[in-house]
């Protein structure tokens, strides 16, 4: 599975309109198109497509490379605090609740949580 797409290409062409994607970056050189979030992942086997309208000067130029771009970045100290809550314990069981707040300025896509816990979790 692809996990929240981005996709870049050189284009000298001028992008007027833009559906099932978004304009993330546009420089001299090209773009680079996002995914419109309900699209942002492309499961094993499956496929997204988006489409646009676009302005050239002298004639259209099909993009010849692509590059699919993803990553995985590890959220610096002090972007997110976390905070646990017990919220019920009944002695032989609780309920526990976990909450992140952003302390940043951008949003944070397809968060991932991990963390060392010495009891067992019967369901989230």
Do not use: C
């Not at 002298?58 to 771009?69: G, K, S, T």
Request: hydrophobic share 35%; glycine share 8%; aromatic share 14%.
């Amino acid at each position: 599975m692809v996990d929240n797409w981005y996709l870049s290409f050189q284009s000298k062409d001028e992008i007027q309109n833009i559906y099932n994607a978004i304009i993330q970056e546009h420089g001299e050189e090209g773009y680079i198109i996002k995914n419109a979030q309900y699209n942002q992942d492309i499961e094993a086997g499956n496929s997204v497509s988006f489409g646009f309208t676009a302005s050239y000067q002298d004639r259209i130029q099909i993009p010849r490379a692509y590059e699919l771009l993803t990553s995985m970045e590890q959220a610096d100290d002090g972007d997110a605090q976390v905070t646990y809550e017990v919220v019920n314990d009944w002695g032989g069981g609780f309920i526990g609740k976990i909450h992140i707040k952003n302390n940043t300025e951008m949003v944070l896509e397809d968060w991932v949580l991990s963390f060392d816990f010495d009891n067992n979790v019967e369901s989230f």
